[in-house]
């Protein structure tokens, strides 16, 4: 049987509940979802009425101006090593991208695919100081707080973290708090539901009557997400479910969850073109707090400002699409990003400019 075949009856139901139902609006969380369901055509099979939105789900899009210009700040001394995940390098901040930095200055940033290898490099490099971007939600938190468990168990003293890590759910809270974007349910992270788990929606659905529904990135699990909210919507529930059973357990992954508590606590945070939101961030622990960057190096985060004309901050809240700023797909594009949601491979300007100009 081909996936065309098994999603037809999906799609046609979704269809009958959207004639029932009128205009609904669905957000993903996710950016990885929202690049998937362009990716693999499910968008273009929804009924008009449906509108999907996307939410603060990647974790490049939502940091700040400030922590980007905190960074190359870093970047600019001629002791630092600054170690980053790839997308981080574009983001341009107020003078410019940490890559700007290196073709200019020459500095010293290194691409890197885990916590841990910042770690290594370190050790084998001890006249040095070492700067981890340590960006990310709850699914990428684990490693970064391995990473700092090893360095002090080792004794590495030249390693530090620019803690920029952020929680999903205090994100949703003030988004529904605000009410500014009606939401109708939430298609919620597959990445980051593997580690909370699906239990951790249970507030949205109870306390702000919003369906939840946990669902993977291939197509029948995109389609059957968004069919589950509407079967909700439909029947006047809302509750909390999961089609990405195979992933995701109810209380979550309990040895990640108890790793970030031992080496983080919550603290608030700046998230982009959304402001200071209480609980949303993770700063480092007692006496893991010695690996902290912005208290070795004196720093503080600078304002964060938007880059004039870039409506990132608005799409990262549901509140504009890609085609409503003015510069999207003329001054800025991915050869030349203006704001991050076109840097970030999971961003939602990007993805709008693959696969939906």
Not at 199 to 204: E, I, L, M, T
Not at 268 to 292: H, N
Not at 309 to 331: E, M, S, W
């Amino acid at each position: 049987m081909t996936i065309a075949t098994q999603i037809n009856p999906i799609i046609e139901e979704i269809e009958a509940l959207c004639r029932d139902l009128g205009m609904v609006q669905l957000m993903e969380i996710c950016g990885t979802h929202t690049v998937s369901l362009f990716k693999t055509g499910i968008k273009s099979l929804l009924p008009e009425n449906l509108r999907l939105v996307s939410g603060p789900g990647c974790p490049v899009c939502v940091t700040s101006q400030g922590y980007i210009d905190a960074a190359c700040a870093l970047a600019g001394r001629n002791d630092v090593t600054i170690c980053t995940y790839g997308d981080m390098i574009r983001v341009p901040g107020s003078g410019g991208s940490l890559e700007d930095l290196r073709a200019r200055q020459g500095a010293d940033i290194m691409i890197v695919y885990s916590a841990r290898e910042v770690v290594s490099s370190a050790r084998k490099h001890p006249d040095r100081k070492f700067v981890f971007l340590a960006v990310g939600f709850e699914t990428t938190t684990p490693a970064t707080a391995a990473a700092v468990k090893e360095a002090d168990a080792l004794g590495v003293e030249n390693v530090f973290f620019l803690c920029g890590h952020k929680l999903v759910m205090p994100a949703m809270n003030a988004l529904l708090a605000e009410g500014e974007v009606p939401i109708d349910g939430f298609l919620c992270p597959g990445h980051v539901s593997i580690i909370i788990g699906e239990q951790a929606y249970k507030p949205v659905a109870g306390d702000y009557g919003k369906p939840c529904v946990v669902a993977g990135f291939e197509p029948m699990q995109l389609a059957n997400g968004i069919l589950f909210l509407l079967r909700q919507l439909a029947q006047g529930r809302s509750e909390v479910e999961n089609v990405y059973g195979v992933a995701v357990k109810g209380a979550g992954n309990k040895v990640a969850l108890q790793l970030i508590d031992e080496v983080f606590e919550p603290a608030g945070a700046v998230w982009r073109a959304m402001g200071v939101i209480p609980g949303s961030g993770l700063d480092l622990r007692g006496s893991y707090k010695k690996y902290d960057a912005l208290a070795h190096f004196g720093i503080e985060l600078g304002p964060d400002v938007e880059p004039p004309g870039c409506l990132c901050g608005l799409v990262i809240q549901g509140k504009a699409t890609p085609a409503d700023c003015k510069l999207f797909d003329t001054g800025c594009t991915p050869v030349k990003p203006i704001g991050p949601c076109m840097v970030s491979s999971e961003g939602t300007c990007a993805a709008w400019y693959k696969y939906n100009r």
